[in-house]
């Protein structure tokens, strides 16, 4: 018999259901309850609980849970992250909101990476009508990216090359509404990076991404190939004190090799890293029972507590 009950809101393609199916049979194993399919979009609040439909259709009272594991990328909405705020001061959530949050935004992410002493490309943010200063950052650097600060998967990265490709980008941004224009200086690279993941602090695996013919960005999304590769002890140790400083149960650091300073970069954290695809495990990619197994432990870890 279950004596906790934990709450899964985990992502479905790509071989997302039969991983959220091995959580749910390991779970149990540790006598643990799993309800799935708990999508937040689908909640409303009443007084001092939130309630959401399951994957039977049934009702669930979210305070109820012992945990909330939210692990869904592609489907992520303004209601959804408001509700996952507020139900992390009630239960415990995986990851926890704040560090979430935190890396949903780049620009606060490498802020803070920076202050703590972990090396990432360098950045720069400003006012976007502060167009002297905009162009003294192309004039400095000659090549730049911009970033939305809360995009994902390569969407919305664009290299600028001269000022005139900056002035042909600021009316779009405009349109946008964006208050503040954060760039990042364009990286010597060979076009490849490493994806390290954590669980719970401890390295998990790595493989390697590949941007696709004339395309600088790595992003799978973005045309991008994954490759099996491995890792050394430099790398995974810039991937876990980035991960340290975040605050993440889970995460997935992206780290290039800057070639001009002979040193590797942290380019990005993610909180919500995917496992391999049923395609990617036939390459090679074999550290998906790994990462579900850590991740139970953690749950079993986070959830027991309850009871001492």
Not at 29 to 36: L, Q
Not at 146 to 171: N, R
Not at 271 to 294: H, R, S, V, W, Y
């Amino acid at each position: 018999m279950s004596d906790r009950k934990v709450g899964i809101w985990l992502y479905q393609n790509g071989g997302g259901d039969l991983i959220e199916k091995k959580l749910v049979v390991k779970l149990a194993e540790r006598g643990i309850e799993a309800v799935t399919g708990l999508n937040l979009r689908h909640a409303y609040v009443a007084n001092g609980s939130i309630y959401c439909l399951d994957s039977k259709g049934e009702e669930q009272k979210m305070e109820e849970l012992d945990l909330f594991f939210s692990y869904n990328a592609g489907e992520q909405t303004q209601y959804q992250m408001y509700l996952y705020e507020a139900l992390d001061r009630i239960i415990p959530c995986i990851n926890n909101y704040h560090s979430f949050a935190l890396t949903e935004d780049k620009f606060q992410t490498d802020y803070l990476l920076r202050n703590h002493g972990v090396d990432t490309p360098d950045f720069r943010l400003c006012h976007r009508d502060d167009s002297d200063r905009l162009h003294s950052f192309i004039d400095e650097w000659k090549q730049m990216v911009y970033k939305p600060t809360d995009g994902w998967g390569g969407v919305g990265l664009t290299k600028i090359d001269s000022p005139e490709a900056l002035d042909m980008l600021m009316p779009f941004l405009n349109q946008m509404d964006i208050r503040y224009f954060y760039v990042e200086k364009f990286i010597d690279y060979d076009k490849t990076d490493y994806r390290i993941d954590i669980v719970d602090g401890e390295f998990v695996s790595c493989y390697g991404r590949k941007a696709g013919g004339s395309d600088w960005r790595t992003n799978v999304t973005s045309g991008g190939s994954v490759f099996v590769r491995e890792a050394d002890d430099e790398v995974i140790d810039l991937a876990k004190r980035a991960v340290k400083v975040t605050g993440l149960e889970i995460a997935g650091v992206d780290i290039i090799y800057d070639r001009s300073k002979e040193k590797y970069l942290v380019l990005e954290v993610n909180g919500i890293p995917a496992f391999a695809t049923p395609e990617q495990e036939k390459m090679g990619l074999d550290f998906n029972d790994k990462k579900i197994d850590m991740i139970v432990d953690m749950i079993d870890k986070k959830t027991s507590k309850k009871d001492n």
